[in-house]
């Protein structure tokens, strides 16, 4: 069972920074060699659906993003240390959400519904 868990949420003003951490138990092994392996971060405002916000695949580093975040955010992991981070600059108070680590073999890695593993979130408020 892959544990996640994310940190580094809180409260910025608008045009701050913040940089996302999500921890993880020992994934597969496959998540290394497999081009079908995933880590993302996804966020939900209130009243709004999950949405994607950027991906990487494991074995490639192979990345993608909302474009709403492209430019602004930088998805990276660190395998050695099993953490997936998320650099957020010029952070909008549109960007106001619950924060999650996923992890998983998505066909489409935007999309929450395709992920297997969750983290609990963490919160990012931007204010202006």
């Known amino acids: 069972q892959v544990q996640l868990v994310e940190s580094g949420g809180g409260s910025v003003q608008a045009g701050g920074s913040l940089r996302l951490s999500c921890a993880t138990s020992?994934?597969?092994?496959?998540?290394?060699?497999?081009?079908?392996?995933?880590m993302g971060w996804f966020r939900q405002a209130p009243g709004k659906e999950r949405e994607g916000v950027a991906a990487v695949q494991i074995y490639t580093d192979y990345t993608v993003y909302a474009t709403s975040v492209k430019g602004r955010f930088t998805i990276s992991q660190d395998n050695a240390k099993n953490t997936l981070f998320l650099q957020m600059n010029t952070l909008q108070p549109e960007d106001t959400a619950m924060y999650y680590c996923?992890?998983?073999?998505?066909?489409?890695?935007?999309?929450?519904?395709?992920?297997?593993?969750w983290g609990q979130g963490t919160q990012v408020t931007v204010s202006s």
């Open positions: 020992t994934l597969p092994a496959s998540a290394y060699t497999s081009q079908h392996y995933y």
């Open positions: 996923a992890a998983g073999t998505p066909i489409q890695p935007m999309r929450a519904d395709a992920y297997n593993y």
